[in-house]
């Protein structure tokens, strides 16, 4: 199985400010037959079910704010969120959809400074 | 619009059996693979298996063969995962959540998830 390791394990940011998130995967989640990173992230709030952000390590799904952007390839892999608002306070989970079973980092909670 | 509903809070003893559903709308139900993936307390997420909805074949994760298994009813557009001989390990919110892209492969990115289920097992 593919592992996801997420650092760090918890973040706090002051409101307006740069969050970064990192996760490494135990072997690479790129498909050389199409160049694509088999990597997504997703977001966990109290009492909601988790929510697609990023896939393919750096596209944003439909409707996610331009202030969450994704980056990396092979094993090493960024989510960022560039000017922090108070609704983003949530779990933050990485995942590979390489190879089964699809495996997911340990989670960051992300707070508010 | 999308919409999963599953069905709600279970309370199981061990070595017993659960079977949860999950409703799906707003879509062609048989164009998307659908997910199992679930959170114990104070764990992260972890995926357990998908279901074909199409053809009804599944692919479990090796830690759940032999006790977990996914069905589905095409005629009621609702999918099912039951586990058997449950431990208070399985205790979890779980959810179906739909894959992202439509067609005959699976692609795992997990698109849209259901409300959750909260299954409690215990004596």
């Known amino acids: 199985d593919i592992v996801m390791t997420q650092s760090p394990d918890s973040l706090a940011v002051s409101l307006g400010e740069r969050a970064t998130i990192n996760c490494k995967s135990s072997q690479s989640v790129l498909y050389s037959s199409n160049n694509k990173n088999y990597l997504a992230w997703y977001q966990y709030k109290p009492g909601q079910p988790p929510k697609l952000l990023i896939y393919w390590a750096s596209t944003r799904e439909s409707g996610v704010p331009d202030r969450f952007s994704g980056s990396g390839s092979g094993t090493d892999f960024t989510l960022t969120i560039s000017s922090l608002q108070a609704g983003d306070v949530a779990v933050y989970y990485c995942q590979q959809y390489y190879s089964t079973p699809y495996t997911f980092g340990q989670g960051t909670n992300l707070e508010i400074k | 619009q999308v919409q999963l509903v599953q069905s709600g809070t279970e309370v199981k003893k061990p070595g017993a059996s659960v079977k949860v559903s999950c409703k799906a709308s707003g879509y062609i139900f048989t164009n998307y693979y659908m997910h199992w993936v679930r959170q114990a307390p104070g764990q992260g997420l972890e995926w357990m298996g998908l279901?074909?909805?199409?053809?009804?074949?599944?692919s479990y994760a090796q830690k759940f063969q032999g006790r977990v298994t996914m069905s589905r009813d095409t005629s009621t557009r609702t999918v099912y995962m039951e586990m058997s001989s449950l431990r208070s390990e399985d205790t979890a919110v779980y959810y179906c959540?739909?894959?992202?892209?439509?067609?005959?492969?699976?692609?795992?990115?997990?698109?849209?998830w259901g409300q959750g289920t909260l299954v409690t097992v215990s004596s």
């Open positions: 279901i074909n909805p199409s053809g009804g074949g599944t």
């Open positions: 959540v739909k894959d992202r892209w439509e067609g005959v492969a699976v692609s795992g990115t997990l698109g849209y």
